[in-house]
């Protein structure tokens, strides 16, 4: 797939919003906001406006599309928002705005001065992801608002999708501001259950109102969450709050109310994930500004949910990049620290249908205590690894513990000039300001050497891999190197998944998995993962007889982006089917919790004629669920088929599905 969006440097900031405005400065009353917007989507409304004075009277704007729609309102001066979903709420009346370090409040006492409304609709085609074009259909309301104790301008910004909806607020004053907390409240209705995690601890689901406290004496504390927040609301609908387009912005977290059980506030970080740097209690930004995007991903089903997820690529800058040609997503093998160990590495990567392989932590020196990443240990010849690999059509990986990274100009460049394909980095501290416009500039400037980014530990996505997408995957989560249960794998899908692609390491045919081997392969169709990496743990010598591994051809030949994706059954930490479609060949996988489950899964979504079905299924349960066999049968299927996908206690299916 090749990207055909139009290119813009991401925004909106300082250079992209003052661009916009001296492009649009004759279209009077819309200049300020539609440039904000013009910088953050490649789809621009035409908008339908008015002038308003709302000080005497309630007042209210709704964007709808699909089912969906999203309301603000002002009343006694008051501005809030809401959500619903075929008329059912999903985000009741809930406080919308910002303080400022100079105790301004926007949105505690405000006249709206302008309304404006519109659509837009576009497609555009991603480098790599879940499908190969993706549609950005919206409603959107705006309205510029004055602060009727200070007189300062902002506006907010509301958009209704058919995945979901989403909003943020624009300070609209030209000049500098310092943001010093946002006021954003999700109130949930009554019985609504969320899923809580914070850094690399598995989900929990609790009430809002439960989150755990978490957190040092040296980071956030609190009871406080990352996102993706994924909230189950009653009779099958489900919803995650992501964000998308974060730039010079901290990261946000929600945290539970004190006295409102249902409902969870914004947090802006002021410390790093890991508690290392300065701490940031304020943010200051050249305005105009946007803030980042407040997303609300909606399904009616929990399958539904999964497929909505590209919600957040809409909402971020487009690509930047002129050529994409270089940006490669595939399957990546972790080396042992030796150049014998990465010549193997090499051949397996060739023999197993592999595009990368990759020398980790300890390649340069022992990484807390080595800032220098430039001369590998006298175990590693790397020129011969990196010739050796380039020769056989393998790229190469190298990871780099944030430490070594004082000078990425100068370490990527070099890596440029060894040969090296990508960069994995490790220990990044998401959450300040700085650190968010650290992380955009190191992707930037890996683009500038064409280098692939994985960014490894407590980082999370805000739909960043659309503009930069060399940026082509990150942690943030819980990793499957930590063998968590099979609960934790089947609500990922619907959680952590749902906000970006994600580095989850499959761990195929180890002892210490608590899941079958047949679950591990089905992660590679279930996740979207661009940059997969596989056998975990493992050397090349283990799959000498590939006899003994039955799931082997799976691996070989599941690719990792793909032209069309159906998520076709699931429920939040219970069990999930998704089948994915690159080319004329589909692939299925299915996983489910720690109870064994039959999943009836028509395959409707094949094309006409016939198909064989090659199907990885667990085999009779083992004393411990790793040590459940992987059984390989055939069947011929036709669209008009429903296949019975049996799943053992922690267990899953893996199917290829190709025309005969």
């Not at 009727?148 to 301008?153: I, P, Y």
């Not at 590693?380 to 790229?395: E, H, Q, R």
């Not at 959450?431 to 280098?451: E, N």
């Amino acid at each position: 797939m090749t990207s055909t969006e139009d290119r813009e440097e991401p925004a909106p900031g300082r250079a992209a919003t003052r661009g916009a405005l001296s492009r649009r400065g004759m279209l009077k009353g819309t200049a300020v906001t539609v440039g904000l917007a013009a910088a953050a989507s490649v789809a621009e409304p035409a908008y339908a406006g008015e002038e308003a004075d709302t000080a005497a009277r309630p007042v209210c704007a709704t964007a709808r599309m699909g089912a969906n729609a999203i309301t603000m309102s002002v009343v006694d001066g008051a501005l809030t928002w809401s959500a619903r979903h075929r008329g059912r709420t999903v985000v009741d009346t809930s406080v919308l705005g910002l303080a400022l370090d100079d105790g301004t409040v926007l949105g505690s006492d405000v006249t709206v001065t302008r309304n404006q409304h519109g659509t837009a609709r576009t497609t555009w085609n991603p480098v790599y992801g879940r499908n190969a074009t993706v549609t950005d259909h919206y409603q959107e309301q705006r309205w510029e608002l004055r602060d009727n104790t200070s007189g300062a301008r902002f506006g907010v910004q509301v958009r209704a999708y058919r995945t979901g909806v989403a909003l943020r607020c624009l300070l609209l004053d030209e000049g500098t501001a310092t943001v010093s907390d946002e006021l954003t409240t999700f109130a949930f209705p009554d019985g609504t259950t969320v899923y809580s995690a914070r850094d690399e601890n598995a989900y929990l689901p609790v009430a809002p109102g439960s989150i755990p406290v978490t957190g040092t004496s040296s980071t956030d504390n609190g009871p406080l969450t990352d996102l993706p927040l994924t909230a189950t609301l009653g009779d099958g609908l489900i919803a995650c709050v992501c964000e998308s387009a974060r730039l010079d912005f901290p990261r946000l977290m929600l945290r539970s109310v004190d006295g409102q059980p249902g409902t969870l506030s914004a947090f802006l970080m002021e410390h790093t994930a890991r508690g290392t740097g300065p701490v940031e209690t304020a943010c200051t930004v050249t305005t105009p500004f946007a803030t980042p995007w407040r997303a609300v991903v909606i399904g009616s089903t929990h399958a539904e949910l999964v497929d909505n997820a590209e919600l957040i690529l809409n909402l971020a800058p487009p690509n930047a990049l002129t050529d994409t040609s270089w940006i490669k997503p595939g399957k990546v093998f972790r080396c042992e620290l030796s150049t014998a160990a990465g010549l193997a590495g090499v051949d397996f990567a060739v023999a197993r249908g592999l595009e990368y392989i990759e020398y980790d932590a300890g390649w340069y020196g022992p990484e807390f205590t080595t800032p220098d990443a430039t001369t590998p240990i006298a175990a590693i010849d790397l020129p011969s690894v990196i010739s050796y690999a380039t020769d056989k059509g393998i790229g190469v990986f190298l990871y780099v513990n944030r430490l070594a990274l004082t000078d990425a100009d100068s370490l990527f460049a070099l890596y440029k000039g060894w040969g090296v394909a990508g960069v994995k980095l490790g220990f990044i501290n998401d959450g300040t300001r700085t650190m968010t416009t650290r992380i955009t500039d190191w992707a930037k400037t890996a683009a500038r050497y064409r280098l692939l980014i994985d960014m490894h530990d407590d980082v999370r996505p805000f739909g960043y891999e659309r503009t930069y997408p060399n940026w082509i995957s990150l942690e943030g989560v819980r990793g499957n190197e930590q063998f968590p249960t099979a609960t934790h794998n089947v609500t990922l899908p619907f959680a952590r998944n749902i906000g970006g692609p994600m580095d989850y390491t499959i761990c195929y045919g180890q002892s210490r998995d608590r899941t079958t081997n047949a679950h591990q392969m089905a992660m590679a169709a279930v996740y979207y993962q661009p940059l997969n990496f596989l056998f975990w743990y493992d050397k090349p010598s283990k799959y000498a007889n590939p006899a003994n591994w039955p799931g082997l051809p799976w691996f070989n030949a599941v690719p990792t982006t793909w032209d069309e994706s159906r998520t076709l059954a699931g429920s939040i930490g219970e069990y999930v089917a998704v089948a994915r479609r690159s080319g004329d060949t589909w692939y299925l996988g299915a996983m489910t919790d720690e109870t064994s489950r039959t999943l009836s899964v028509p395959l409707s979504f094949l094309g006409g004629g016939t198909y064989t079905a090659t199907v990885y299924a667990d085999g009779t349960p083992g004393a411990a669920p790793y040590q459940t066999p992987v059984v390989v049968s055939t069947r011929s299927v036709t669209a008009k088929s429903t296949l019975d996908v049996a799943m053992a206690p922690a267990g899953g299916q893996a199917v290829i599905l190709r025309p005969s």
